[in-house]
């Protein structure tokens, strides 16, 4: 069983900058809940129960948002608002979370690597704060869990992408003749500049064994001089097999600024409160 997560939170977000200066990438709004919210939900509806946020020092907001605010509740609870007492309370669904810092920015690897306490011998997952999935059947990461729980080994989750994108993702070469939909990889490759091997793109969501700590911890710095998740999971393949899988439902890549925008839009839409106010709204400026 997959109960633990870690979730990498410590990095600069300077592709959203300036406001990244002051409010951590993985805080900025989705309507009225951060992004980082969604994700915790995701994991939670996935079967996690604990969750390790590998925080910078700076990211005390991140820390805030999950814990009770009594003065807050107090505040509420004098104006009768118990509708938003409920809302504040349950920020974490129920998750126990903890937190650590990355001291240095060295890379997504180097994310990872610090949460090898937290995660004991245990197979664990890990979820990336900028991309958001929203499934109609059954939560991104249970999908991936449900695939290790078949194959007891690594799974990392997929989506194809266009040519033209595959210089921003870990992309996957599958072995051949491997069939769908778990398919068994025989290589990764972070960032390939050029003609990519294929265009599966590893995705935000991974179910990892414990082993590949052995392998961060002496991982040499790669693609854009940073310590690579990809490149250790390339050599965990030397002792175990990896699998990719394409995961249902729609991904929001909201770490760009389009992809944030049309989460905001897409999520109002879902929304009782908000959806006819919203489709009036955008009906009326199309017209314009
Ligand atoms: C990271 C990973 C990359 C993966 C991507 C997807 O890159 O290193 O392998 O494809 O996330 O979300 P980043 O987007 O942080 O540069």
């Given at each position: 069983m997959i109960k633990k997560a870690v979730i990498p939170a410590a990095g600069w977000g300077t592709r959203f900058l300036p406001i990244t200066k002051a409010v951590p990438k993985e805080m900025l709004p989705i309507i009225d809940k951060p992004a980082l919210s969604y994700i915790v939900e995701e994991a939670v509806n996935s079967g996690i129960e604990e969750i390790l946020i590998i925080i910078s020092t700076n990211k005390g907001a991140i820390s805030s948002y999950f814990e009770r605010n009594s003065d807050l509740e107090a505040f509420l609870a004098e104006k009768n608002k118990l509708n938003d007492i409920e809302l504040i309370k349950h920020t974490s669904y129920g998750a126990k979370i903890f937190y650590t810092i990355q001291e240095e920015q060295l890379g997504l690897g180097h994310a990872v690597l610090q949460a090898e306490k937290f995660v004991g011998n245990e197979p664990f997952a890990v979820l990336l704060g900028d991309d958001v999935y929203v499934s109609k059947t059954e939560p991104a990461l249970k999908?991936?869990?449900?695939?290790?729980?078949?194959?007891?080994?690594?799974?990392?989750?997929?989506?194809?992408?266009?040519?033209?994108?595959?210089?921003?993702?870990?992309?996957?070469?599958?072995?051949?003749?491997?069939?769908?939909?778990?398919?068994?990889?025989?290589?990764?490759?972070?960032?390939?500049?050029?003609?990519?091997?294929?265009?599966?793109?590893?995705?935000?969501?991974?179910?990892?064994?414990?082993?590949?700590?052995?392998?961060?911890?002496?991982?040499?710095?790669?693609?854009?001089?940073?310590i690579q998740l990809t490149d250790s999971i390339l050599r965990l393949m030397d002792s175990e097999k990896v699998y990719s899988m394409d995961m249902q439902g729609k991904r929001y890549d909201i770490g760009s600024k389009i992809g944030y925008i049309e989460a905001i839009i897409d999520f109002a839409l879902e929304r009782e409160d908000l959806s006819q106010d919203l489709t009036n709204l955008l009906i009326n400026k199309l017209k314009d």
């Open positions: 999908q991936l869990i449900n695939a290790y729980n078949e194959k007891k080994s690594t799974i990392l989750g997929t989506l194809e992408v266009p040519d033209s994108d595959t210089k921003l993702y870990g992309i996957c070469i599958p072995k051949d003749n491997t069939s769908k939909p778990i398919v068994e990889l025989k290589g990764v490759v972070e960032k390939p500049q050029g003609k990519a091997p294929s265009n599966s793109a590893i995705s935000g969501r991974y179910v990892l064994t414990p082993r590949i700590f052995e392998l961060l911890k002496n991982q040499t710095r790669g693609a854009g001089g940073e």
